[in-house]
């Protein structure tokens, strides 16, 4: 399942793009490109610093077509969310058309917390679709929420895809970064597999436009 | 809303933490849990195990933090450790700061040893004295001036200054420390980094693998293999560069 990815380097992502190393360097210290993007690969000098090329051209051109809009704060907002500190209070995740209500208040039930990050809110969103399609039972859907509170410190990005899978009667979740391998257990099916990345554009009305 | 009581600690004293107005540790203190306080001062020894939150803090003696550190202004002197991230809006530190995992700031002005053992972030870093950061130091702009040994793996800036020239107080500064110190090379000042990336950079007594950028100087003292520029380079005659290539 893994793709070999197709890689751009600093220097020529510089010489593409006419942005200055200044101009990268503050967009980094600013959130607005992943740190994960960053890869290092030895090279004859030591290490050179390479990107994932289309998803970084495509980033350094939203922000140079956006930056003279907004502030670098609310791009980071928009394009990276779950780096920033900004936290949702439970009238604000209430309000918010596209959450499933059970999820919702299981989810805070679990949590026991009355302000939520970013990727909190991401997982309430994506057990919401997850239960609307495989139509959960209550119990299910408690033991989807413990382990999402379990994983979630140990979390810092949204570089993930959930994997939903059955064996059997029963259902269990998967969290795998973007792109790792998995194997299953041939008895396993695999469901669907949500990228956490792509979902949380989903919950960002501006981030979803650019 | 209830006002916030303040927490003493002197002597021999310990703390489960909490929320407080003022917090002042003298003596050796330990606090047990997080803490919060508008301001935290301490002298002597305190150890905190837990995250410590305050708009300031001040630290005299020996200072140790096991949990994040978050704080709008800290002044340390003397030692401080902080074992998680630390997150300081405008650090002055005149002593020993040590950061495990990393520090992100607005502004940094630096006059003793500071180290790192990952990722230093700052716009404005601004350091007299021993920098070690073992990872990226990414700032807008960055100042060093008299770096001792400085060792920075890699450095990410807009602008970046190091300058070690010795006139007029650093250099008598020297004399005394060649005089009473016994040591003969006053030349020992010297930066070394595996990596410089900037947009205007300008070094000397520098040792790097890789300098890149827009507009290169390469000031006296340096040891350099490789500069990548695109603009304009200038190398000082008492410099090295291995090879240069104008992109």
Redesign the interface.
Known sequence: MKAEQDLIS??ELL?ITGI???????W??QNLIPDAWFIKQSSF???ETYFPRDKMLERINKIIELKDQYSLEDLAQMLSPELNNKTFTLSDIEAMPILDATVTRTFVDYLSKERFSFLEVLFIHLLGKAKAEYDWSGEQLEAIVMTVRDWLPKLNHSLYRLVICQKGTEFFALLVQQDADYHLDHLAKKLKVYDLESCAKELHPIGSEV | MQTLQDLKLSGLGISNGGRYQHVRISGLGKVHGDIQGETIKTSGSASFYGQVETKELYTQGNAEITGRLDAQLAETSGLIKVEDHASIKHLINRGSAHFIQGLKAEKVISKGNLESESEVEAEHFQASGLVSINGLLNAHRIDIKFAATSYIREIGCDRIDVRMSMFPFTFLREMIRAQFMGERNTAANKLTAETIEGTHVYIEHTHAQVVRGESIVIGPKCEIELVEYEGTLDIHPSSTVRQQIKL
Not at chain 1, 20 to 26: C, E, P, T, V
Request: avoid cysteine; proline fraction near 0%; glycine fraction near 14%.
């Open positions: 600093k220097k010489a200055s190393y200044g101009q990268l360097y503050r980094k210290r000098t030591g290490q």
